[in-house]
Every structure is written in C-alpha cells, then in structure tokens.
C-alpha cells in the first residue's frame, strides 16, 4: 500500500535550493505588563519544551516585625502542606505524575515560588502552585510537626561557615529590615500558629507584591494563570521598613585553626547610581578565583597578600546589593597570626585605589570580567527566571543582560576611585589576636560618619576585649 503524506505548510528552501523541512522559530519575545490589581505579568517565550512559571512576592525575611521572626523560614518549609485546593499526597503525587519540580526559594527581599514541567503540562501544575501561595490552611497539627524539619534546614546551612559568617554580618551591619535572619531563631521554631502565619500572609503577600513570570510561555498564557489561579488579597499591603545601616564588631569563638574576617562599610544599593562602579571595583580587587584551585593573580589582592604575609591567606572584595542598601568590603581567611597583616593589606590596596593608584588597563579588564558573569549568569534558566522576576516586581521593567553589560561602558576610572572611598574614608580598627587556642570570626565596621583614624595606628592597637566586653558577643556554631 502506498500512503502520501501532505505538509501542513510550504517547506523551506536552503541556501543551494533544495527543499528543507526544518520550521524557522521567531526570536524571543519578552514583553512585562501590569494588571488592574497591581500585579506584574512578565513572559519570556523561547521556544523551550520545559516551560517554568514562577510567582514572585515581595515577602522576605527583612518583612518580618519582631513577633514574626523566622516567619518565611516557616513559609518555606510549609510549602507541601496541605492548602484549599490540594492536600500534601496530591501536592506531591500530581507534581510526581507529569514530571515536574516545585521549588520554593526566599532571600531578604522577596520568596520566589517556582514549578518547571513540559509545556503541554504547565496548566496542570499552575493551579497546584497557585493553591500554595494564595490559599495555605496552616493547621495546626501540620505546623507542630514542621520545626523538625526548620532545625535541620538551619543545622546543614549555618555548619557551612561562610553562611554563618554572612547571616551574622547582616545582624550586625543592619539595625532593622535586612538585619533579620534567613532562618528562624531557635526560641521561634515551635510558636508559630495558623493565626500568626495567615497574619503574615494577609499583610505581605498580596497583589501589588506580586509578580508572576514565565519562560517558555506566553505572555498571554501567563496572564491567564495569574488571573485564573493566583487570587491573593488585593492592595500594596503593610509598608516596607527601609533597611538603616549602623555597623559594629561581632566575634565568634571557634576550635578552628582559621580566622574568617569580613571588613564591610555600606555601599550602593541594587538600583544606585553607583551600582555598576562598585562591582567593577569588586573585580578590580578579585572577585575570587575562576578557575578551580585558582589563585585569581590577576587581582589586587592576591599579589599583595603574597608580600603581606608569610602564612598561607585567600581574600576577595565582597559585594552585596539590595533594594535600598548594600555592602562592599573584603572577606579574608587566614590563620590567626597573620590576621593584622591579611585584612591590613587589603585595607592599604582600596587606600591606594582611591589615592588614584590604578590604571586604565585594570578598570578595563574589570569591566569585562563583570560583562562576562552577566552573560554567563544568562546561560542558566533559572537564573534568568530569578531575574526577570526580581527586575519585574521592584521596577516593572527588564533590562537584559546585554544592555547590563553595555552600560558597564560609561564606567570609566574616576568612578571607581570615587566609590573606593567611601570604604577608605571610614574609622577601622585591626586588632592583633593574641591567643592560639582559638580564633575568631571578626566583623567590623563603623558608621559612615565616622572618619578613619591613622591606618598605621589602627594596625598597632592592642586586643581591647578587658575594655569594651558590652560590643562582644559569642556563641557556639552549630
């Protein structure tokens, strides 16, 4: 028998005139809306089999007041629990029947709700997703059960010491807002209830705090999910503290050999006018190795902690932007008897830097190390996703990681100077560790009122700890 088989469209022709059937995809198309209620509509549609939608809420832990601590830490962990729509076995069986993954992720700023799937499946798991973030239940015998889980979420994370380091470097940096933990504090792990969670939800996650974006989807798809499925309280919500930076010193006793040392003063926010100059001066000082077991010798740091030290260190410039604050500073490890000379090398490369000691050359290879992380970062989906989502809720907009990189052009070697001061121009004081039994994990940092006394008597001081006992605080990592 002979079939013949009829094309639904005309078929292609290659460059040498012969016919060829692969179908030509338009080029991706993103397009960010606004709805009547507030919420942000943003679609990336590139043609992928796995399509990803995520609901995007300005509900972090710096939203947190004091007598809901460690409330997004819970939010998080209650993800699977049974809702209006869904109980926990279906939660977990519709996702497992499709193939699909639920992520749920929460920073400072914002808790991103996320599912990926085959296109054909996306509406199946939108509904699923939509009953978690807008229509929780919280009951209790669900939520007493949950702080086992909290308490190891915050076991494998802060055994991590870097995490450590980085959750106390808020708490003392911040005096509200960004000051707040990731991770529940111990003596809130079994106190939430149904009312001070459903309390949380009505007063933060609401329409105007809500973005709702997908890749491999259109706009008009998502649009569709957002209003068929996320029916959450409208308005704008309780108000949002802005973060106050206030600095101080924290040590942290621990039987390791290594002292983790973090010097940090307040810097641009994500959104500031000087955003793109201090990560260009992150680079310019070595934003850590590229290659596994680097040493990063092309930065300002390496080299000098090379001359500054005969012990084994490592540093990089640390950088952390938020909506309307950051932090820039340097984050060394080394042992503890070149703790002076580590952190004090660093400190003379930023002084030199805003002296004006740096050259045309090493603000450019700078540049294009940040153009390359941009792009690179844009290779990964979810990273976009992350992206495009927090872009789209703070600003209604997207800028793409090209037009990021190409604005990195009006970053010329004054601007760089001009930021570097802003760590130099502080008070700082680099205190000799006298024992060896133990080190420390040392934060300073000092209000940006404050001028830097001499940086050769700050190196000189002596361990005041008899002195000044009240800004000491110590504690056994987990």
């Known amino acids: 028998m002979t079939q013949r088989k009829y094309a639904s469209g005309p078929a292609l022709a290659t460059e040498d005139g012969r016919e060829s059937n692969q179908q030509i995809l338009p080029p991706p198309e993103l397009k960010v809306s606004r709805m009547s209620n507030g919420t942000v509509i943003a679609a990336l549609e590139n043609h992928s089999p796995i399509a990803n939608l995520s609901a995007v809420v300005a ?25 209006r729509r869904t109980s926990t076995f279906k ?55 949950l702080h086992h889980r909290m308490r190891l979420e915050k076991s494998i994370a802060l055994h991590s010491t870097h995490m450590a380091v980085l959750e106390d470097l808020h708490m003392i940096a911040y005096k509200n807002a960004l000051r707040n933990s990731l991770f529940c504090p111990d003596f809130m792990m079994e106190k939430f209830t149904q009312d001070m969670m459903m309390d949380f939800i009505h007063n933060h996650i609401t329409s105007s705090r809500l973005a709702v974006v997908g890749i491999g989807m259109s706009h008009d798809a998502v649009q569709t ?33 290594l002292v983790h040392t973090v010097l940090v003063a307040e810097s641009s926010s994500l959104v500031g006018p000087q955003a793109g100059a201090f990560a260009v001066l992150q680079h310019v ?11 990063n010798s092309g930065s300002k740091l390496s080299p000098a902690l090379v001359k500054a030290s005969r012990f084994p260190a ?3 410039a640390f950088n952390a932007a938020y909506s309307d604050s950051g932090l820039f500073g340097i984050y060394s490890i080394c042992p503890s008897e070149a703790v002076s000379d580590v952190v004090g ?67 010329v070697t004054a601007n760089v100077v001009d930021v570097s001061c802003n760590l130099a121009h502080r008070e700082c004081r680099i205190y000799r560790l006298k024992t060896k ?4 994990y040392v934060w300073i940092f000092r209000k940006s009122s404050v001028l830097m006394q ?7 001081q002596e361990d005041p700890r008899p002195t000044i006992p009240s800004i000491l605080t110590n504690r056994q990592l987990l």
């Open 59 to 83: 509900a972090g832990s710096r939203h947190e007041d004091l007598s809901l601590l460690g409330s997004t830490h819970c939010l998080r962990a209650s993800a699977f629990l049974t809702n």
């Open 91 to 145: 939660i977990r069986r519709c996702i497992e029947k499709v193939g699909g993954n639920l992520d749920i992720t929460s920073t400072r700023e914002y808790t991103v709700y996320s599912i990926n799937v085959l296109r054909d499946h996306i509406n199946d798991l939108a509904n699923i997703l939509g009953g978690i973030l807008a229509e929780p239940l919280f009951y209790p015998w669900e939520l007493q059960d």
């Open 225 to 257: 999910a957002a209003e068929r499925h996320f029916k959450i309280t409208e308005g704008s919500g309780r108000p949002i503290e802005k973060a106050k930076y206030i600095g101080g010193e924290h040590r942290v006793h621990t039987e390791s050999k």
């Open 285 to 295: 000082l070595g934003a850590g190795p590229y290659t596994k077991r680097g040493i």
């Open 314 to 316: 490592v540093a990089m």
């Open 345 to 411: 090398a660093g400190l003379a490369e930023i002084k030199a830097i805003a002296d004006g000691k740096l050259t045309e050359d090493e603000v450019n290879r700078a540049r294009m190390q940040v153009r390359a992380r941009l792009l690179m970062a844009a290779e990964e989906q979810k990273s976009v996703l992350h992206e495009l989502g927090s872009q789209a809720l703070f600003t209604g907009k997207f800028v793409a990681p090209t037009e990021a990189a190409e604005s990195l052009n009006s970053i």
């Open 437 to 440: 039994l133990c080190s420390y």
């Open 454 to 460: 001499s940086f050769a008597e700050a190196l000189l």
